[in-house]
């Protein structure tokens, strides 16, 4: 098989199951920004972060090549051909979340990105994933688990957040708290 099929040449290109779209169709714009996210998650999960934190970011990497399937499905497309995010997904990432958070310092004032490289990544990940987020909520076609896919794109960008906290506590960088002028 190619790469290449000249098929998208004309801004075309094909849901899973067969439906020609448009490539600035909402879906395709959904599933789009979530692959976008997912290279940014490969570049944190390259970084400085603990061997538990990699292996739960290719987790993580996997559940969102799950959304995009699911966001990328014709809407007749038979169900049970396709993966799905379970609230046990979900849970998981609690689960993450309550033990990163259990060594920290409780939040005192809002956080600026910065510090180091990684924390920079978390940060930019957290914004490209409120903006999955967004986009799949402009989705107007119902699709099967999508729900569960706009649920898990938000427990994921509170995750990103606290990653890039817990990464500045295990490197011993100063997080940067915003000061309002005032």
Known sequence: MKIYTRTGDKG???L????????NDPQIEAYGTIDELMSW?????DQEASHDHQVFLLEIMDRLMTCATILAQDKSLSVEKLPFIRDQDILDMEKEID???????????FILPGGHSSVSYCHISRTICRRAERSVLKVKVTLHNKDMVEKYLNRLSDYLFVLSRSLAHHLKIQEISWKPRV
Not at 41 to 45: P, T
Request: aromatic share 0%; charged share 15%.
């Open 41 to 45: 998650i490969g570049l944190i999960r």
């Open 12 to 14: 075309i290109t094909s």
């Open 16 to 23: 899973v199951g067969g439906t020609r779209v448009s490539k």
């Open 99 to 109: 033990s990163m958070e259990s060594v920290l310092a409780p939040l005192q004032s």
